[in-house]
């Protein structure tokens, strides 16, 4: 049974297109991430979520913006997409009741803006 | 806030050496610091962790140890095998609704 998943695994689009991603956790976790890697692999968090508080890094542009139906999905949603958008998106979940907020990653998605 | 530091970006070993990566943090008040490894397109995965309340901790072939001193924890893996290539990152946090900091990340590559 997969903890975290994400679709599509790869996405591939024009600059300035819209475009999401999805994620899900079958966890049970109260919180949600929307992390960016770059090419040389650095992890950057973009995004923590739970039904009471959205936190933003300041540093990620108002054209990404997360969007929660449920407690088990974090979607991703990016406007007018540049180049420099193009990176793996991992979401992630856990639980930050534990004493410990270990992070669970799903697989990634591979964004490339062309 | 926190910030960790990780090196070397890079190692490079021969299948049965040992390898060590070791990080840096800042904040005094972290006390858990996670360690996962990353294979070639998937997510990083918690491999181990250790507490402020522990000096060290082993898992069969890998260790972890942590000197709340100098600031600085360590990850040593031994006997490598080439299915231990991969990105390991280092993390610290104080726990609790904290979200980690990680370090760079460390590519290892273990030839057969």
């Known amino acids: 049974d997969t903890a975290v998943s994400q679709t599509p695994k790869y996405l591939v689009t024009q600059m300035g297109n819209d475009k999401s991603i999805k994620c899900e956790q079958n966890?049970?976790?109260?919180?949600m991430y929307w992390y960016k890697q770059d090419s040389k692999k650095f992890l950057k968090i973009m995004f923590s979520y739970n039904n009471k508080e959205l936190i933003i890094n300041e540093t990620v542009p108002n054209r990404f913006s997360p969007k929660s139906p449920d407690k088990a999905h974090l979607n991703l949603h990016i406007n007018s997409l540049e180049l420099g958008d193009s990176a793996v998106y991992f979401c992630?979940?856990?639980?930050?009741?534990?004493?410990?907020?270990?992070?669970?990653f799903g697989p990634g998605t591979r964004l490339t803006v062309l | 806030g926190e910030n960790v530091e990780q090196h070397p970006s890079t190692l490079s070993v021969q299948e049965g050496d040992s390898a060590v990566i070791k990080c840096t943090y800042s904040d005094s008040a972290s006390n858990y610091f996670p360690w996962y490894k990353q294979e070639l397109g998937k997510g990083p995965q918690l491999i181990i962790d250790i507490r402020s309340n522990v000096g060290e901790k082993k898992d069969q072939r890998i260790a972890v140890t942590l000197n709340k001193t100098a600031k600085h924890f360590s990850l040593h893996i031994t006997e490598t095998q080439p299915e231990d290539s991969a990105v390991y990152f280092c993390a610290a946090s104080r726990g609790g609704s904290y979200i980690p900091t990680f370090g760079r990340g460390t590519s290892l590559i273990v030839h057969p």
């Open positions: 992630a979940s856990s639980q930050v009741t534990s004493p410990y907020n270990e992070q669970f």
């Open positions: 966890l049970g976790h109260d919180t």
